[in-house]
């Protein structure tokens, strides 16, 4: 392998890596605060679930990493699975507003003047404008097929 592809391929796992650890970080910070853990106003079994989502995303940062980055014989396959587990916790998110009563924030959090170019500052456009395209750009750099090009 040359030295562009094995650059390419370590410039992908870093950008797919960055997803994954995105998650935890990222919810840590937005959740452990007095908007989510310390809200007087959630009830205990949602700040249960809340816990629960944070330990998820960092299960499957874990296992994201070590897909990633381990020694194997299947590096196609390792790196399929590592980029599906970065991708997974965000997955989650978009139908998770579908369920009855469900909002993106909690009304005394709301700020609708907060935008990332010109939408809404939510976890679905942080989504939409950096962490897919992230992922996407990460695996075609990762990818054998595309470094033998």
Do not use: C
Request: hydrophobic residues 50%; proline residues 8%.
């Amino acid at each position: 392998m040359s030295r562009t592809s094995r650059v390419r391929r370590t410039t992908g796992k870093i950008l797919i890596s960055a997803v994954a650890l995105f998650a935890p970080v990222g919810g840590v910070v937005a959740d452990w605060n007095d908007t989510h853990v310390y809200n007087p106003n959630w009830p205990p079994h949602a700040k249960f679930h809340n816990g629960q989502t944070l330990a998820f995303a960092f299960e499957l940062a874990a296992l994201s990493l070590w897909q990633l980055w381990r020694p194997t014989d299947e590096p196609r396959s390792a790196l399929r699975w590592g980029t599906a587990l970065a991708g997974l916790y965000w997955a989650a998110q978009a139908p998770a507003v579908l369920a009855p009563g469900a909002a993106l924030t909690d009304p005394e959090f709301a700020h609708p003047e907060r935008r990332i170019a010109g939408l809404p500052a939510n976890q679905l456009t942080v989504q939409a404008l950096f962490v897919w395209p992230l992922l996407a750009i990460g695996f075609f750099l990762a990818n054998d097929r595309a470094n033998e090009a």
